[in-house]
């Protein structure tokens, strides 16, 4: 009902770019690539809702082997980053992986807009009321913040599907051609002695928010004169993984509409 309704409102010259870009980039049909770009702007709302009012209770998803993920959690002994993309309800998946550990590390959320009360609601209500949690910006005293808090065991939650506009990049492949992710996710990790737990999401077909944990990047650490390598493999693990979930649920990935920063011109 809904995506039908969209359907009637949104201008053809809305639907066509992204139509374009399903067509181009994953090589569906033009039928198919229409209906993908009509659902894009319905899982775009559903984004905007997650974060448009942070004293309401979201809905309770699913975490895939959320045991597991609770014992790795309960037994890590160096900090974490939650490495994320702006895919489903990401925030949920976060909070499912949270209630998943009895451990009460403390919570650091890697933002570069501007924040506000709401923004610190809704984090406090994602980490929950047994944990502290802290929104750093990426200025040098931030990040140095943040570096120090992995080192003493925290967790950073971080989303690494972002063009240069949000910070320093990193050439990697991503759609099969060549593209610049920001780096800060991974020399973050790197730096902080991290480890990395890649965090996918999506909406089943029943609307329920899925969560899945990938398998772990265990802390590396490596010498500042080899870090940049270091930097790049970890971001092309990481976009790898982002790649093969946004093939499989397409219409889910919000940033579409900024796909052609992400890509290098050929």
Request: charged fraction near 20%.
């Amino acid at each position: 009902m809904a995506v039908r309704a969209l359907r009637r409102a949104l201008p053809v010259r809305e639907i066509a770019p992204l139509q374009c870009r399903f067509e181009a980039l994953l090589g569906e049909s033009s039928a198919t690539a229409y209906a993908l770009a009509i659902d894009w702007f319905f899982y775009k709302q559903l984004e905007r809702d997650a974060w448009a009012d942070a004293s309401t209770a979201a809905p309770a998803g699913v975490l895939l082997d959320a045991s597991s993920v609770g014992v790795y959690l309960d037994h890590c002994r160096c900090g974490v980053v939650i490495a994320t993309i702006h895919m489903g309800n990401y925030l949920e998946g976060v909070r499912q992986i949270l209630r998943a550990t009895s451990s009460t590390q403390p919570i650091f959320v890697l933002r570069r807009r501007q924040g506000s009360d709401a923004e610190q609601r809704l984090f406090q209500r994602v980490a929950g009321p047994e944990r502290s949690v802290t929104v750093v910006r990426p200025s040098d005293t931030g990040l140095k913040g943040a570096v120090r808090a992995l080192r003493r065991g925290a967790i950073v939650v971080v989303l690494y599907d972002l063009p240069a506009g949000f910070g320093r990049t990193v050439p990697v492949r991503f759609l099969g051609r060549p593209a610049r992710f920001v780096r800060g996710p991974a020399e973050l990790a790197l730096v902080g002695h991290a480890d990395v737990l890649p965090l996918l999401c999506h909406y089943d077909t029943s609307g329920t928010a899925v969560a899945q944990v990938m398998p772990v990047m265990a802390a590396r650490q490596s010498p500042s004169s080899d870090r940049a390598p270091a930097v790049a493999a970890l971001a092309q693990r990481l976009c790898t993984l982002a790649e093969a979930h946004i093939r499989r649920h397409p219409a889910q990935w919000a940033h579409w509409n900024l796909v052609d920063e992400l890509l290098i011109p050929s």
